[in-house]
């Protein structure tokens, strides 16, 4: 999806106020950018044609600096408030369906998970910012109090600090609007959830120097397996005020409550044994089987799923010195509190046995504490232009671990993936979230510089660089440090861009980054430890549009990354994990929006991506394609405006991707798959009030799939088996806006 609107929320891409349904509250400079739009469909020019909705043309002060997207040598997508209302998604997972160069690595459950751009997964903390400041991902996330998410495609470490080169994925907060809105929704999902949501803010006092946004929301209900529980509750408030004419100060608080009993549970497949460093054949002992209907009960447990709480606080001040000169400066604390006990079946034979049980032992609890400062400007002298940023960014993750953790798994029973059974629940008793300590500190800070050089005709360059301090400290108990590393390093980017027109620009780039060494696994000799830093590299080479009647944007790209396994110890008994080999990606994408005949409107994209795992130290599995990633994935939304009906507009969604190896030999495969999405959109004026119908009926195919699969683990080492997560059925959404 192009990122065609303009930035409403300094520090990251917001949302398009152009033309779709429900108000977007726009955080604005002095100058009053704020803008409320309280339509409910996507409106229409004097010859009744919708206008480009979800999508901008431009960006406010931020690390990216201040010029239009055409102008970024990047691949930028987002999603703005409009389209996450309009398609009715309430999680990240749901969300990134609508951004087609987008995947994510699915863990614990449906609403844990690791986004993903080009093949490479994210890491907890390091590849996700709520308004520009680091936050951790692997908690549940409501879509409701965001106004837009954005992303950028690859690495972002010269602008965002050492960070794995899965790309960067910035949620921005929903902030006061300039003029009142109240907007109820009343929802129901699937058989029995149903949903009341209020977002409503407003301006106060003398001159509006006063403001507030809040969204409150309670959710309840059984969700497309029978005896299953789907819970949500969420309290948010935003404020700001402007003490004076070119000053705002902002703040936020959320709560965020998720519960998620009697999903199906996760596949665990080809335990493998061979160890890296060995010609052993390291085939899976037992296949993954075709993807069940996940409607039936036994492949979870009415008593076992996911308990997830998110609280976050943050605070600005951004001031503007002049038109030209922006500064912000703020700070982010979250806590995620997890208690994960899903059900996990084993496949134990190829005739698809499998032994049912619940996993624990996740890490119960994160914390992280961001900042983010940064001063923008432009300066034009002897016909050159350059648009600078300065910037400082970094975060403080905390992982918690029990004290005494339970078994790693608690046996529940034996089944068949053609007759799932229900088991009772532990004898025992299940597990719960007590004596916690700190088992690690991840602390990182830096310092960026980036300056957008513009010449009078034609060419550009852009040259950005981090010089970042990463540190860790490991704990094996409430006071005894394990183990750690310091370490700091230089992560840059240059990029050369022609501009025959404006409104064009082709664009070559080049970024080398650091991440955050991977944590050695149990059973190591240096279990627990953090390996050094990774260096990753991105070469692309792109071509980007932006006319009023389509946006195109189109990317070839080769990334390198280091990547570990457990190998054979050389200098003693055991085993040791350490960096082995490279992980290589190539491939191209291409997203764009268009309008044709003046009614329709299509938004979508194509990824085609070559994954392949380079000096594994095994002969069979050296070069081959990476586990369940698939060699294309596409998605195109559209919405066609019914002529003749006022204010109805037909939706549709079409979703592929391809095959996808399921083990690490690439002698086997899971098959490619297709989902359709249709629905409505209809609005009307009830007596004073603006009303909006919307109706979707998801994967109307009914068609059984795999969402994720996926390695052992985040590293592809050939130690633990295998994983795959079943995709959502077809599931009927419904909601009623009303805009007071």
């Not at 300094?10 to 400079?29: F, I, K, Q, T, Y």
């Not at 300590?437 to 830096?446: D, L, N, R």
């Not at 060494?517 to 190591?524: F, K, L, R, S, V």
Request: one cysteine or more; aromatic letters at 10%; a neutral charge.
């Amino acid at each position: 999806m192009v990122v065609v609107a303009r930035r409403t929320s300094r520090g990251s891409l917001a949302s398009v106020c152009a033309a779709v349904s429900l108000v977007c509250g726009l955080n604005a400079a002095a100058q009053e950018k704020s803008e409320v739009k309280s339509s409910v469909t996507v409106t229409a020019n004097a010859d009744g044609a919708p206008d480009a909705a979800y999508a901008v043309q431009s960006v406010d002060p931020g690390v990216l600096g201040t010029e239009p997207v055409v102008n970024q040598p990047y691949t930028l997508t987002a999603m703005p408030s409009q389209l996450i209302t309009n398609t009715q998604v309430k999680s990240f997972r749901d969300a990134m369906k609508f951004l087609p160069l987008v995947s994510y690595t699915e863990q614990q459950g449906p609403e844990v998970l690791r986004p993903a751009t080009r093949g490479f997964q994210g890491s907890v903390a390091q590849n996700t910012r709520m308004d520009g400041m680091a936050m951790a991902i692997t908690g549940a996330n409501p879509m409701e109090q965001y106004e837009e998410l954005q992303v950028q495609n690859g690495l972002g470490g010269a602008m965002y600090g050492p960070a794995n080169p899965s790309g960067m994925f910035d949620f921005v907060l929903k902030r006061p609007p300039a003029h009142r809105i109240t907007n109820l929704f009343l929802e129901q999902d699937s058989r029995s959830v149903g949903t009341v949501h209020l977002d409503a803010g407003d301006r106060l006092g003398a001159h509006k120097f006063f403001g507030y946004r809040t969204n409150l929301l309670f959710g309840d209900g059984t969700m497309w397996v029978d005896q299953s529980r789907l819970r949500r509750r969420l309290a948010e408030f935003a404020f700001d005020v402007r003490p004076g004419a070119h000053t705002i100060l902002d703040a936020h608080y959320s709560a965020y409550d998720l519960v998620q009993r009697g999903y199906p549970g996760w596949f665990s497949y080809g335990q493998n044994t061979a160890i890296a460093g060995t010609k052993q054949n390291p085939s899976p002992s037992f296949l993954l089987p075709h993807a069940p209907d996940p409607t039936r009960l036994g492949f979870g447990q009415a008593y076992a799923g996911v308990n997830l709480t998110t609280q976050s606080a943050s605070a600005r001040l951004l001031h503007d010195f002049s038109p030209n000169w922006h500064a912000m400066a703020g700070g982010l604390a979250q806590r995620l509190d997890r208690f994960i006990d899903t059900p996990v079946n084993k496949i134990t034979s190829n005739s698809g046995d499998y032994t049912a049980s619940l996993a624990t032992g996740f890490a119960p609890r994160f914390g992280v504490e961001s900042d983010l400062g940064y001063i923008t400007g432009v300066v034009k002298r002897w016909g050159i232009k350059q648009d600078v940023v300065i910037a400082s960014e970094g975060y403080r993750f905390n992982q918690y671990a029990y004290k005494a953790p339970a078994a790693s798994t608690v046996l529940l029973g034996k089944a068949n993936v053609n007759a799932p059974q229900q088991f009772a629940p532990p004898a025992s008793g299940l597990p719960t979230n007590t004596g916690l300590y700190q088992s690690s500190v991840v602390h990182q800070q830096g310092f960026s510089l980036a300056d957008l050089v513009s010449f009078e005709k034609y060419f550009a360059v852009r040259l950005a660089a981090s010089q970042d301090w990463i540190g860790v400290d490991n704990y094996s108990s409430v006071t005894t440090r394990s183990g750690g590393s310091n370490k700091d390093g230089i992560s840059p980017s240059v990029s050369v861009m022609f501009k025959p027109k404006d409104w064009m620009t082709a664009y070559a780039t080049y970024a080398s980054s650091l991440q955050q060494g991977d944590i050695a696994p149990g059973g190591t000799v240096n279990a627990g430890q953090a390996l050094a830093p990774y260096r990753s590299k991105q070469w692309e080479v792109g071509y980007k549009t932006a006319l009023p009647v389509v946006t195109v944007t189109t990317a070839l790209f080769r990334l390198q990354r280091p990547f570990a396994n457990t190998v054979t110890n050389p200098s003693g008994s055991g085993t040791i994990f350490q960096i082995v080999g490279q992980q290589e990606n190539y491939g191209a994408e291409i997203s764009g929006q268009t309008m044709l005949w003046k009614r329709l409107l299509l938004d979508g994209g194509f990824t085609a991506l070559n994954s392949r795992l380079n000096d594994t130290g095994i002969e069979a599995t050296n070069g081959k394609r990476f586990v369940g990633i698939p060699g294309y994935h596409s998605n195109l939304y559209g919405e066609y405006r019914v002529p003749g009906v006022a204010d109805l507009s037909i939706t549709g969604d079409w979703q592929i991707t391809g095959r996808r190896p399921t083990d690490d030999e690439n002698l086997y495969s899971n098959p490619g798959f297709e989902t359709v999405d249709l629905g409505f959109r209809y609005a009307r004026r009830v007596w004073t009030k603006m009303a909006t119908l919307r109706f979707t009926a998801n994967n109307i195919g009914n068609v059984h799939y795999y969402s994720t699969i996926a390695a052992g683990d985040i590293t592809g080492t050939n130690a633990s088996a295998n994983t795959a997560h079943l995709g959502a059925p077809r599931n009927i959404s419904t909601s009623l806006q009303i805009a007071f």
